[in-house]
């Protein structure tokens, strides 16, 4: 890929290891020994097994032999660490729960959820709704706990809140563009609060302890941990050059950290074409948070099941990897088109919306008045400040271009092209923590 060669340009980053192994696909091997599997199923394998088990078995053995293929024959994405199979998994299992999402859209509302026993036996029966809005005092006078209000707020989403904005921050390391999804967010919330029950919050809860609170601390926490990583220097050693044995340990835990840390620069005003992918990297973040608590209405899925979390887990690697390609298309000229995860990601959102829409005949579709004529003011205004600010004001003053060019930190000298990124300048690499540098006596 062009990437690694302008990564390894950079000053900080060097690596001396060489190919092992365990860094090659393996697939004549993985082909043996998956036939092997097939064949002992097939031949020897004379347990009785009912209908159902053999359908339970013939699907997961069918997902199995997707995950190896996908393993073995996909593309490699811009993550290396901890290893690029890992990231390959990734994008194969997003593939898979893609089509498990086309799947549901072709069957009716009642078998879809009763389908989705087969992923958890208590699944099937629509769950209890949660409100949050019954009761919006801060203080309550002559109560034994005048503020039970404020406390029975302090649950674990108020971790996970923290803990999710601080990955977010990982995967967008921008300032105002997290800011951005977090106040975004909290308007959708508004917005759906009749079609969702339980995004009716008090008005302390979403801006107080949500956008004020645990987004910024966990937007804070991320840029930090961000800005040190981006101060990293990552010295690379083979794991075989390495003579002790503390050494070798020490390298075999930084596997599990990242290869290089890319630093990101959104700058949307920059150009036309900056402001537009930061806009659809802003839409796309807020469409996966929305579509997270609609497709779980929908499908009955309780707020306790296992099977968010691992949706959660599983769009969460994807998302590190798309927010990645869509910041390098965007952003530099030797990238010509967007990224092969973050197309998958785009399918599965829009595959969500239409599930959603099939199968939420009981929502209501009708918007509140007011939210309404918000969001068409908003993107009324936003379309009007692209065309003033990237049209209509170069086009009448040459001199407010340049302006707007040296505002953005471009560069306005003669000849220089106004959107593109040199590769000396551009700092791309993985995504995740330190660095190691090991001592003489480790090697």
Known sequence: ????????????????????????????????AVLGYLLYAALFDDTPYTREENIKRGVGAAVFMFLVMGVTQFNDGPFTRPH?????????ASVLYWLFIVFLIFQSPDDGRQYMRFLDPTLGVKPPEQHYAEDCRLYIPGAANPYANLYHKMDRFVIAHAVGWFFKTLIVRDFWLCHCISVLFELCEYTFERQLPNFAECWWDHWVLDALGCNAIGIYLGLKVCSMLEMKEYKWQSFWKIKTAKGKLRRAMYQFTPYYWAHFSWVPLRSLQHFIVSVLAVALMVTCEVLA????????VPAKSDLNIYRLILLAAAAAVSGREVHDFGHDAQCKRLGQQTWVLLFISASEIILCYKYGAHIDSELDPFWRHFWIAFAVALVLFTLVYF??????????????????????SEGSDTGDISADSVSLGDSTSPTPVFDKKDQ
């Open 1 to 32: 890929f062009w990437w690694r060669a302008a990564m390894h340009r950079n000053a900080n980053f060097s690596d001396d290891a060489s190919a092992s192994f365990l860094w090659t696909r393996h697939t004549l091997l993985v082909l043996v």
């Open 293 to 300: 608590f609609f497709v779980k209405d929908v499908l009955w």
């Open 391 to 412: 049209v209509l004001v170069p086009a009448i003053s040459p001199r407010k271009k340049q302006a707007v060019r040296i505002k953005s930190g471009e560069d306005v």
């Open 84 to 92: 690029p199979a890992v990231w390959r998994l990734v994008f194969a």
